[in-house]
């Protein structure tokens, strides 16, 4: 007796013998054209809008990045990303578009927006509010002390169609998951409340999938067969109340000089439930809107 008690190694859960969510690895053209060919069919729409909300760090900017990386094959940083942490990287409201093989924008649009933080920093709550419903005029700075009011520079008081969310993104890092503090999820569960009365769909983007599983790092064909990458997205799906079926978890390029076929797979294959469901409730908008005018 009396030998010294060492921590025992950490020991990665068995992975599933068979991906639980198949993924055309290998196939990534067939969504990218789809997505390419997209058109709303729509005289007065140019766009649909999507919003990205999270923790700061969570990895938004870097998925809007990823999303245009994969469209253009190169990597592009039209979203300025973080290289330290700390507080919110970016403070401005800004819209990114995604330019088509012909230099003109495809139909669908990111708003990146501050992060979230606990108490009184990070984006106000009610200032995302106000960017799903269009209210938040381009280049928005954000002041986490006060939220934007009707009477402020900053404040759009007739949104169009296109100035307003269709789908809202929420990002959490996998990694970050279960640190996530009281204060950003109340904020979180806020903007989901605002968004559920507004018919808006919600999705969960779950980033850093790397940093929370060894396998995936090494293998991103491994996403829907490490229990642990199951096991983050289930935590993320009992937080937020949404379904599995709208959490895709993405690696977005952080150190990668090149394109990447499998990472852009993953994006396009998020990117496509996106995209579906947000045309779907911005027809729907534009239905109910035709209705009243009638
Ligand atoms: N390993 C890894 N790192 C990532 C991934 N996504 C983002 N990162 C890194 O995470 C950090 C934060 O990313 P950002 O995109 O700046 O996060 P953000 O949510 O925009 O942050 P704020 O603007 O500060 O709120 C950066 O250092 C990124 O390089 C990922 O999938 N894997
Ligand atoms: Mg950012």
């Given at each position: 007796m009396g030998g010294s008690q060492s921590t025992p190694a950490y020991v990665p859960p068995p992975?599933?013998?068979r991906p639980w969510r198949t993924m055309p690895w290998g196939r990534k053209d067939v969504l990218e054209q789809k997505l390419r060919d997209l058109s709303l069919n729509k005289p007065n729409v140019r766009f649909v809008r999507i919003l990205v909300v999270g923790e700061v760090g969570a990895g938004k900017s870097s998925f809007i990045n990823s999303v245009n990386n994969?469209?253009?094959g190169r990597i592009t940083s039209g979203a300025l990303v973080d290289g330290i942490?700390?507080?919110s990287f970016t403070k401005i409201y800004k819209t990114h578009y995604i330019e088509g093989k012909d230099g003109?924008?495809?139909p669908f649009v990111f708003n990146d927006i501050m992060g979230l933080e606990d108490k009184e920093s990070g984006a106000h709550e009610q200032d995302v509010i106000k960017a799903l419903r269009g209210f938040l005029q381009e280049g928005h700075k954000f002041n986490p002390a006060s939220p934007l009011s009707p009477n402020d520079p900053?404040?759009?008081s007739n949104p169009s169609v296109e100035d307003q969310t269709f789908c809202l993104v929420n990002i959490i890092a996998a990694d970050k998951v279960s640190l996530m503090q009281?204060?950003?999820?109340?904020?979180?569960?806020?903007i989901r409340q605002e968004a559920t009365k507004l018919n808006m769909p919600q999705v969960i983007i779950m980033t850093r999938p790397d940093l929370a599983c060894p396998k995936v790092k090494c293998d991103i064909r491994k996403i829907y067969t490490s229990r642990k990458i199951k096991e983050k997205m289930q935590e993320c799906s009992n937080l937020l109340g949404i379904p599995m079926?709208?959490?895709?978890?993405?690696?977005?390029?952080?150190?990668?000089?090149?394109?990447?076929?499998?990472?852009?797979?993953l994006i396009f294959k998020a990117l496509d439930q996106i995209v579906n469901i947000a045309t779907d409730a911005l027809k729907e908008t534009l239905r109910n809107s035709d209705y009243q005018h009638e």
């Amino acid at each position: 007796m009396g030998g010294s008690q060492s921590t025992p190694a950490y020991v990665p859960p068995p992975e599933f013998d068979r991906p639980w969510r198949t993924m055309p690895w290998g196939r990534k053209d067939v969504l990218e054209q789809k997505l390419r060919d997209l058109s709303l069919n729509k005289p007065n729409v140019r766009f649909v809008r999507i919003l990205v909300v999270g923790e700061v760090g969570a990895g938004k900017s870097s998925f809007i990045n990823s999303v245009n990386n994969a469209f253009q094959g190169r990597i592009t940083s039209g979203a300025l990303v973080d290289g330290i942490g700390g507080t919110s990287f970016t403070k401005i409201y800004k819209t990114h578009y995604i330019e088509g093989k012909d230099g003109s924008p495809l139909p669908f649009v990111f708003n990146d927006i501050m992060g979230l933080e606990d108490k009184e920093s990070g984006a106000h709550e009610q200032d995302v509010i106000k960017a799903l419903r269009g209210f938040l005029q381009e280049g928005h700075k954000f002041n986490p002390a006060s939220p934007l009011s009707p009477n402020d520079p900053g404040y759009r008081s007739n949104p169009s169609v296109e100035d307003q969310t269709f789908c809202l993104v929420n990002i959490i890092a996998a990694d970050k998951v279960s640190l996530m503090q009281n204060g950003v999820f109340e904020k979180l569960k806020k903007i989901r409340q605002e968004a559920t009365k507004l018919n808006m769909p919600q999705v969960i983007i779950m980033t850093r999938p790397d940093l929370a599983c060894p396998k995936v790092k090494c293998d991103i064909r491994k996403i829907y067969t490490s229990r642990k990458i199951k096991e983050k997205m289930q935590e993320c799906s009992n937080l937020l109340g949404i379904p599995m079926n709208h959490i895709f978890p993405v690696k977005n390029y952080h150190e990668e000089i090149d394109a990447v076929d499998d990472m852009d797979l993953l994006i396009f294959k998020a990117l496509d439930q996106i995209v579906n469901i947000a045309t779907d409730a911005l027809k729907e908008t534009l239905r109910n809107s035709d209705y009243q005018h009638e």
